[in-house]
């Protein structure tokens, strides 16, 4: 089961923020997903689609990596990073600063019945908006 979680966890990163194919969320979240990130407060199966489309549009070049993964039972972390240019505007970041940014996050997520249904989220905020110019 482990290696099935890693694997999915690995499509989804490639899929739908790499290549923004939305369709592989619908594949792998459960229609009840709660996606808790620290600072930005919670959002639904509807939210993550759509704070994808927003860092997509705002970051066109956006590419994550995933540095690790670790599976034990139901849960799942990850350590990632990921990298954009900001030249898109969008309802999250703004008008464009024409700035490269390099962010890292975790994630530890809940999975039922091969569905994900919780994730809690941290990524670096601060150090983005400090890259962006936006805070000293």
Do not use: C
């Not at 979240?29 to 860092?55: C, H, M, T, V, W």
């Not at 900001?86 to 975790?106: A, Q």
């Amino acid at each position: 089961m482990s290696e099935q979680r890693k694997a999915a966890i690995k499509r989804v990163v490639e899929e739908a923020w790499n290549k923004g194919n939305l369709d592989v969320i619908d594949e792998f979240y459960a229609p009840n997903f709660a996606l808790r990130r620290f600072g930005l407060g919670d959002f639904d199966l509807e939210g993550i689609k759509d704070a994808i489309r927003q860092s997509r549009k705002a970051f066109p070049d956006y590419q994550m990596t995933i540095e690790d993964i670790i599976v034990e039972g139901d849960k799942a972390a990850m350590r990632y990073s990921w990298r954009g240019t900001h030249t898109g505007e969008s309802t999250l970041m703004g008008p464009p600063t024409g700035k490269k940014v390099e962010v890292v996050g975790i994630g530890i997520t809940h999975w039922v019945g091969g569905k994900l249904v919780d994730e809690w989220n941290y990524q670096d905020n601060m150090g983005m908006f400090q890259q962006l110019g936006f805070i000293p």
